[in-house]
């Protein structure tokens, strides 16, 4: 949104918005859609899915995008699976899921 627009927003909810660096737009942190197109670099980005888990994990191989499967096996939680490569890591721990809250960016 423009600096306009920013302004009709109501001054409790304004501590969530920043400006964008790059294109000087306010976006609200607490949409992760909007957050992540401004603190990419401006890309669309289809491989995220942006409810539930998200990929916040990259290949140790390749550098892909990773997405995590729930799955018990002995002591294990689940996997991330790369997507490029589909290189499979086992975690005994589950990745943590953020609310929009607990998301920052400086």
């Not at 909810?13 to 670099?41: P, S």
């Not at 729930?70 to 490029?84: A, I, L, S």
């Not at 490569?85 to 975690?91: G, K, N, P, T």
């Amino acid at each position: 949104m423009n600096e306009q627009a920013f302004m009709n927003v109501p001054e409790r909810d304004r501590r969530h918005f920043l400006q964008c660096k790059e294109c000087g737009e306010w976006f609200d942190v607490r949409n992760l859609d909007e957050a992540i197109f401004h603190g990419l670099g401006h890309v669309p980005r289809p491989d995220f899915e942006y409810s539930g888990v998200m990929r916040v994990r990259t290949c140790s191989d390749c550098g892909g995008p990773m997405k995590f499967t729930e799955k018990r096996r002995k002591n294990y939680v689940g996997f991330w699976q790369c997507e490029d490569c589909e290189h499979i890591e086992w975690v005994t721990i589950p990745p943590r899921i953020y609310t929009p809250d607990e998301i920052y960016f400086t």
